[in-house]
């Protein structure tokens, strides 16, 4: 009627609606079609730009001018060849290329090869799949590939890990006829054995024609390689099982297989041998059996990924660069809330992306953990995570997260945020996750930041410290001198400072994250976001403005009360610049991060005396900050700048705090919160 009443046709309203929508969602295609065509550019940039005698190694291994195959004995005599005697035989006609046309001829090659990939990989979505979706998975999907360890080492190093997965995508997804679905998963066996695993979900999901064309392939074309190189195939097929024993050794923490890791928990000989067995009888019943069972449920892409997953775990050399499998199970759905719909795809993501040292903290205790991440990921995806089935009644509807109602301060213009805050609890898995990754990511950055032991960056830091002595001056506030020699004449006074420097940064912010989770989960996800933008704030400081701090000022006279006394005569006096950037001072995040749970607290203790004790953190951490030396009086206030930056992004992105009733919460149970309307009652 509206529409009508202003001379507008009923339903114009509704086609612009969806116009503007498209328009949205074709913009959003090209931003992310950017991104993986920047990551790509990026990714052969660090290879062309290796020197020479680093890039492309294993190609040059096989090819190069010295390579194994241009010698005329067995390609296995050197064990620096690992593929199968048809890998060599295909690869043995690339020995008359020009080696720089050959370098560049590979990695665009390989390139094309993750791009293909990947949108086959995203056509192959199981149904249903909405529209935008289809659009925005291929360049998602690229995007993941380029940035996943396995594509990364493939190359870098050169290697043909790229082609057994995407030959069986293509037979499963692309062609037409199971005779040639077999004849391209025969091939891919044919370069990698465990391929033959396929065999059986062919067979059991009703594609006989497609597995026995598989046997029929692969038998050929390595009879064929046996025909015309007869010992090449008897080194490979009969002394050495397969492969095993080629490259490197095999409990090399490169090999993310169960024989890999068996060797590394220090079991040898013929117990090794029969438990893997067993293990990998085990995985391969189980994981098989789940991937047929997830084909008939309309999920061939998952049914792939996870026999991938199995071939993985029961190869006896599954070296880093022949994992990709793994990144494919992320299109499983796991969980019946919107909360836990995230855990599994993001730890897919993560475990492909990043070093193991990252995912877990460098603890003896979680040392087979971390040695066996990949290995880990591959048996969860093959035998243990509860992927869901389509017929499920969560599968496209999870059970949706509890929001407040949107509020009229919302910085509307911001794109792709969810409107109304939520209300209902994070899952604990994903949040610690991302903590430690977040952390991991805060070490690296800070690290790398401008400024170190290098001459250079600590000329640059004493001078920053120079400037900002000389504001404090100005303004009176050159306190940290006075303070340092006080503390340093009483020494109970100096120990409290130390012990306090050292043991309640992380303490208590980490405790008062805690506190919210299990007991205010709306506030947890504001007091969160506030000090993420707080603490990605600071690293920009770290990065631009590398500053030395009191201690590391020759002549300042200041004392190191923690770390010792400094000799400035040598160049890389600072003995903890080994671990951690020293000059990373300004802003300070031991007061910014203090300062952030002095205000997360006064605003939500319901105690007068826990605000106070929750103000009073701060108000130490700055004594201690300035009587051991670590910062300046300023470094203080650059803190307190990013924090109350961090709190006002967090309003201008998510509007203001929700107003939940602070009622006690069992853990593991949902708060029994309510929607905030605009007039600030509760929506019942």
């Not at 060599?88 to 791009?115: C, D, H, I, N, Y």
């Not at 594609?207 to 074309?221: I, M, Y």
């Not at 506030?530 to 009191?550: H, I, Q």
């Amino acid at each position: 009627m509206a529409n009508v009443e202003h001379g507008g046709r009923p339903g114009e309203g509704l086609v612009g609606a969806r116009e503007t929508v498209r328009a949205r969602v074709r913009a959003l295609r090209v931003g992310l079609w950017a991104v993986a065509a920047i990551l790509a550019v990026r990714q052969v940039a660090a290879v062309l730009s290796t020197p020479k005698a680093d890039r492309l190694t294993d190609l040059e291994t096989w090819v190069g001018p010295n390579g194994v195959l241009h010698v005329k004995g067995s390609l296995y005599d050197s064990t620096r060849f690992t593929g199968t005697p048809l890998g060599g035989l295909v690869l043995k006609p690339l020995t008359r290329s020009a080696e720089q046309a050959l370098g560049w001829g590979w990695t665009f090659g390989t390139l094309l090869l993750v791009v293909a990939l990947g949108l086959v990989a995203a056509r192959a979505l199981p149904p249903p799949v909405s529209r935008r979706t289809s659009l925005l998975a291929a360049p998602v999907a690229v995007s993941l590939l380029m940035l996943s360890l396995p594509v990364r080492n493939a190359l870098y190093l050169g290697q043909t890990s790229i082609i057994p997965v995407l030959l069986v995508l293509l037979g499963c997804f692309v062609v037409r006829g199971e005779r040639v679905c077999g004849v391209l998963i025969g091939l891919a066996a044919a370069l990698q054995p465990t391929v033959l695993l396929f065999t059986p979900l062919l067979w059991f999901t009703g594609r006989r024609r497609a597995a026995a064309s598989t046997g029929a392939t692969f038998a050929a074309l390595t009879a064929l390689a046996w025909a015309a190189m007869p010992r090449d195939s008897s080194t490979y097929w009969v002394h050495h099982l397969a492969g095993v024993g080629l490259g490197k050794d095999a409990d090399d923490l490169a090999n993310q297989s169960l024989h890999g890791a068996l060797l590394r928990f220090g079991l040898t000989g013929p117990l090794e041998v029969g438990l893997f067995l067993a293990l990998g009888t085990a995985v391969a019943v189980v994981g098989l059996r789940r991937a047929v069972r997830y084909a008939r449920d309309g999920q061939l892409l998952l049914a792939v990924a996870v026999t991938g997953c199995v071939a993985v775990a029961v190869s006896p050399t599954t070296w880093q660069h022949q994992v990709l499998w793994v990144l494919l199970a992320l299109v499983g759905r796991v969980g019946r809330k919107t909360s836990d719909r995230y855990v599994w795809p993001v730890a897919v993501v993560l475990v492909m992306t990043l070093p193991a040292r990252m995912m877990l903290p460098d603890m003896p205790v979680l040392q087979p953990l971390r040695d066996n991440v990949v290995l880990i990921a591959a048996l969860a995806a093959a035998a243990v995570v509860p992927f869901l089935s389509r017929t499920s009644a969560h599968y496209r509807a999870p059970v949706p997260a509890d929001r407040a109602a949107p509020v009229p301060t919302r910085w509307r213009r911001v794109p792709l945020l969810p409107s109304g805050r939520v209300l209902s609890r994070t899952n604990l898995l994903l949040e610690l996750l991302l903590i430690r990754v977040g952390y991991s990511a805060y070490q690296q950055v800070r690290l790398a930041a401008t400024g170190g032991t290098n001459s250079g960056g600590r000329a640059t830091a004493e001078h920053h410290g120079e400037q900002i002595l000389a504001v404090e001056r100005f303004l009176h506030l050159d306190v940290e001198h006075w303070v340092n020699r006080s503390v340093v004449q009483v020494p109970s006074l100096r120990d409290f400072f130390d012990f306090y420097y050292q043991s309640f940064h992380f303490g208590v912010p980490l405790t008062v994250l805690a506190v919210l989770y299990v007991r205010r989960p709306a506030d947890h996800r504001w007091a969160r976001s506030a000090l993420g933008f707080a603490t990605l704030l600071a690293l920009v400081g770290f990065w631009l403005y590398p500053l030395a701090p009191p201690r590391l000022m020759p002549g300042l006279g200041v004392i190191d009360t923690v770390h010792g006394v400094q000799d400035f005569s040598k160049p890389d006096y600072g003995t903890l610049t080994e671990l951690t950037n020293q000059y990373a001072a300004m802003p300070s995040l031991h007061f910014g991060w203090s300062l952030w749970c002095g205000v997360v607290i006064a605003v939500l203790a319901p105690r007068w005396w826990m605000k106070a004790l929750g103000l009073l953190h701060p108000l130490l951490t700055l004594s201690s900050i300035l009587a051991t030396g670590n910062h300046w009086i300023l470094d203080a206030g650059g803190g307190a700048a990013v924090v109350a930056a961090g709190f006002g992004l967090t309003y201008l992105l998510t509007g203001p705090r929700s107003r939940t009733p602070v009622e006690p919460v069992e853990p593991g149970v949902e708060p029994p919160v309510r929607a905030v309307g605009r007039a600030g009652r509760t929506q019942g």
